[in-house]
């Protein structure tokens, strides 16, 4: 059976880099072809564009590479954003947003609840995004990791991603992640199964 693969953009929080001309960059890039690197003071985000069936499996398959290439991965990085950050990737007005925040606009698929009710609420820009989407709203075609897979993720490299393997199996109620007392959906057959090597 083969699964439909899409684009997904994962970014990482990383070991600190010698500045650009770090060679590490270079191999990650050999590996990870669309690979963007950016510093903040002490704060060094790698984000990469995966092609994989699923934000998992593009995270795992990223952050494996970025250990490959001898960049140490802390963690995924949630690309938050405010109402301000939302207005303008979408190319609308602040207002407009407050207005979807609140229901009073598109009430019929509702705005995306915040991660965080700080600053007047930050949301996770791929919630945002695919709410974008589905009103028919220009943004860029790329998927996001949910904040259940950036949870997901986060387990795997704490668990040491270099030992994660990918498998896949047929049956939902076998995730390994599955949360306690929550029934499996079997909406879709094919699922992927992430779990530390033995």
Same mark, same amino acid.
């Given at each position: 059976?083969?699964?439909? /693969? *899409?684009?997904?953009?994962?970014? *990482?929080?990383?070991?600190?880099?010698? %500045?650009?001309?770090?060679? !590490?960059?270079? $191999?990650?890039?050999?590996?990870?072809?669309? #690979?963007?690197?950016?510093?903040?003071?002490?704060?060094? @985000?790698?984000?990469?564009?995966?092609?994989?069936?699923?934000?998992?499996?593009? +995270?795992?398959?990223?952050?494996?590479?970025?250990?490959?290439?001898?960049?140490?991965?802390?963690?995924? =990085?949630?690309?938050?954003?405010? !109402?301000?950050?939302?207005? /303008?990737?979408?190319?609308?007005?602040?207002?407009?947003?407050?207005?979807?925040?609140? +229901?009073?606009?598109?009430?019929?698929?509702?705005?995306?609840?915040?991660? &965080?009710?700080?600053?007047? %609420?930050?949301? #996770?820009? +791929?919630? @945002?995004?695919?709410?974008?989407?589905? $009103?028919? =709203?220009?943004?860029?075609? @790329?998927? *996001?990791? &949910?904040?259940?897979?950036?949870? !997901?993720?986060?387990?795997?490299?704490?668990?040491?991603? %270099?030992?994660?393997?990918?498998?896949?199996?047929?049956?939902?109620?076998?995730?390994? *992640? $599955?949360? !306690? %007392?929550?029934?499996?959906?079997?909406?879709?057959? =094919?699922?992927?199964? =992430?779990?530390?090597?033995?």
């Amino acid at each position: 059976m083969t699964t439909r /693969e *899409f684009d997904f953009e994962v970014a *990482f929080v990383t070991e600190p880099l010698d %500045g650009p001309d770090d060679e !590490r960059i270079d $191999r990650a890039m050999e590996l990870i072809p669309n #690979l963007v690197v950016s510093f903040d003071g002490n704060l060094t @985000v790698v984000t990469t564009l995966v092609h994989a069936a699923d934000a998992i499996e593009a +995270g795992v398959k990223a952050a494996k590479a970025l250990e490959a290439s001898g960049i140490p991965v802390i963690r995924t =990085y949630q690309d938050l954003v405010t !109402r301000q950050d939302i207005a /303008e990737r979408i190319g609308v007005t602040r207002q407009a947003v407050g207005n979807w925040v609140r +229901g009073e606009r598109h009430d019929d698929v509702p705005f995306p609840a915040p991660v &965080s009710l700080v600053a007047g %609420g930050i949301w #996770l820009w +791929g919630d @945002v995004a695919g709410w974008a989407r589905s $009103r028919n =709203y220009e943004v860029e075609d @790329v998927s *996001f990791p &949910s904040l259940d897979a950036h949870n !997901r993720i986060d387990l795997l490299i704490s668990a040491g991603i %270099g030992s994660v393997t990918v498998t896949t199996y047929e049956c939902v109620a076998d995730i390994a *992640f $599955r949360h !306690r %007392g929550t029934k499996a959906s079997l909406g879709h057959t =094919y699922q992927r199964s =992430y779990a530390p090597a033995s």
